[in-house]
């Protein structure tokens, strides 16, 4: 089992700047693939970006250049740094977690997910 805790959500106006972190435990942190989701209301929940055991990172073409993703193995964190945020870009933030070989490219190839925190970019 993995626990994941999100924090950092927020409200922010359209250009601004936010930090997401996603504390995980319940197993060896550098053995699990990690990944950011993001739910928009009306909408499916969409991959934003993913970052494998050994740092290798994907996004999704929307927030490429905006979004960077991290991760902290010694703190057993994950962040999201999100610049240059757009109205578009409010949505509930899900943490995600795979403990099966691979990464994260889809909410079909997660094992466990956090409880989301609310992102809000006004114009």
């Known amino acids: 089992q993995v626990q994941l805790v999100e924090s950092g959500g927020g409200l922010v106006q359209a250009g601004g700047s936010l930090r997401l972190s996603c504390a995980a435990s319940?197993?060896?942190?550098?053995?699990?693939?990690m990944g950011w989701f993001r739910q928009a209301p009306g909408k499916e929940r969409e991959f934003v970006a993913g970052?494998?055991?050994?740092?290798?990172?994907s996004y999704t073409e929307s927030v490429k250049g905006r979004f960077t993703i991290s991760r902290d193995n010694a703190k057993s964190t994950v962040y999201l740094q999100m610049n240059s945020l757009k109205p578009e870009d409010t949505a509930i933030y899900y943490c995600?977690?795979?403990?099966?070989?691979?990464?994260?490219?889809?909410?079909?190839?997660?094992?466990?997910w956090g409880q989301g925190t609310q992102v809000t970019v006004s114009s």
């Open positions: 319940g197993r060896t942190f550098s053995s699990i693939a």
């Open positions: 970052i494998s055991r050994v740092s290798i990172t």
């Open positions: 995600a977690a795979r403990q099966r070989i691979g990464v994260i490219v889809s909410a079909a190839g997660v094992d466990y």
